[in-house]
């Protein structure tokens, strides 16, 4: 049983498809599909279902992938570690941001004030197989919703009101209720973003359904809509604070508390290089620094 071998099985898993993971791997089916049969026959077990063209892992696949995989994670991180103690540096690094985008561009400059000589790789769309496990990841979740890994750090934890034009009746009411909200046209951010499923899961937390006119699947889009007085919102009271200047009034609902906290993610057992540690650093000093009070 040889390392290349098991590299091959964990691509055949993932892809449940000899064609595509031979494209992959740059090779042919046959000999890919042979590679397999060798590690079935030394192992003395099937790892996959077969029904034609169609592989599946069965249960000692699934078992023996747990251990591949966690084999590779320690090759890989094992691989980083003799890296760094002969001075390869690791100039990339990869963050993935689902919240907080008015926050990017401030963020990514004082990142690269701090370490000029790092690559920044920015994701805010998932790909067809999700985010990137590499990745460092910004997050938003709902207090008594979301459940936190124990690796996730929180960077900022803050209400989300209700965003009014500064011309809007209810303005002029001391307080404003759910009951006030009924009939206002709603403007939403898609559920492709986190901060519209915060949103959502915290309307129906409360059950009330927003009389949503418009949903968009873009943050600035958003913003844009509010300043243009197409409808009424609810939004984070500091990543968006002041995006609109004036012409947009946050306001609390009597009897409601919706929060979301934005937190940091890193994969558990990943070794993070010394470039991924100087970036986390630099991501909590800036939250820190810009929302201190």
Avoid at 123 to 128: M, V
Avoid at 199 to 209: D, G, L, P
Avoid at 215 to 235: C, Q, T
């Amino acid at each position: 049983m040889e390392w290349n071998q098991l590299q091959k099985f964990m691509i055949v898993a993932r892809e449940e498809n000899f064609s595509k993971a031979a494209q992959i791997l740059n090779m042919t089916q046959p000999s890919l599909s042979q590679t397999i049969k060798r590690l079935e026959s030394e192992l003395g077990y099937q790892l996959f279902t077969r029904d034609g063209k169609k592989i599946q892992l069965n249960e000692s696949g699934r078992i023996f992938l747990q251990t591949v995989t966690q084999m590779d994670e320690l090759m890989q991180n094992t691989r980083l570690k003799l890296e760094e103690l002969n001075s390869i540096s690791h100039p990339n690094v990869s963050i993935h941001f689902s919240t907080a985008s008015k926050q990017l561009p401030e963020l990514l400059i004082y990142l690269k004030n701090r370490n000029p000589l790092t690559q920044y790789h920015i994701h805010q769309w998932q790909g067809e197989k999700g985010v990137n496990e590499d990745d460092i990841q910004i997050l938003s979740g709902t207090p008594g919703v979301h459940q936190l890994l124990e690796t996730d750090e929180i960077l900022l934890n803050e209400r989300i009101l209700l965003a009014l034009p500064n011309d809007h009746p209810l303005l002029k009411a001391e307080t404003i209720t759910l009951n006030d909200l009924v009939q206002e046209e709603f403007i939403s951010l898609s559920e492709d973003w986190e901060l519209g499923r915060v949103v959502k899961e915290a309307m129906e937390h409360i059950y009330f359904t927003p009389k949503t006119t418009m949903i968009v699947d873009n943050p600035n889009m958003m913003r844009e809509l509010l300043k243009s007085r197409l409808g009424i919102a609810f939004i984070p009271a500091l990543s968006w604070d002041a995006f609109a200047g004036d012409e947009i009034v946050l306001r609390t609902v009597e009897g409601i508390d919706l929060r979301r906290f934005i937190y940091l993610r890193t994969k558990s057992r990943k070794y993070l290089t010394r470039e991924q540690k100087e970036c986390i650093h630099g991501i909590k000093e800036f939250f820190a620094v810009k929302y201190s009070f």
